[in-house]
């Protein structure tokens, strides 16, 4: 089991920036990928940034590309998130995810979400 905790969330006016942390434990040792996932209120969860713990591959949706960063600390199995030039349409609730592999079975774990809400 790999508990997941987010936190960095808040409200900012349009224009500004947040950190979002999701810091994880439990049978952290099996996490390859972590990434970030967001739900607006009426709209289905969209992957916002991926990053692989080894080698911090990252991936972005479109709509991110060149204000969001993705980052991981490998160590510690923690995935941050900055956020600059926050848009109205960026106001979501956050949630992490992880994908593990232990012993030979894939699974993925959601932190509890935090709330973002971008001010116009």
């Known amino acids: 089991q790999v508990q997941l905790v987010e936190s960095g969330g808040g409200l900012v006016q349009a224009g500004g920036s947040l950190r979002l942390s999701c810091a994880s434990s439990?049978?952290?040792?099996?996490?390859?990928?972590m990434a970030w996932y967001r739900q607006a209120p009426g709209k289905q969860r969209e992957l916002v940034a991926h990053?692989?713990?080894?080698?911090?591959?990252?991936h972005y949706d479109e709509s991110v590309i060149g204000r969001f960063t993705i980052s991981r600390d490998n160590a510690k199995k923690t995935v941050f998130l900055q956020m600059n030039s926050l848009k109205p349409e960026d106001t979501a609730v956050y949630y992490c995810?992880?994908?593990?592999?232990?012993?030979?079975?894939?699974?993925?774990?959601w932190g509890q979400g935090t709330q973002v809400t971008v001010s116009s």
């Open positions: 995810n992880a994908d593990t592999r232990i012993w030979g079975v894939n699974s993925d774990y």
């Open positions: 439990g049978d952290t040792f099996g996490i390859y990928a």
């Open positions: 990053i692989t713990m080894i080698g911090g591959s990252a």
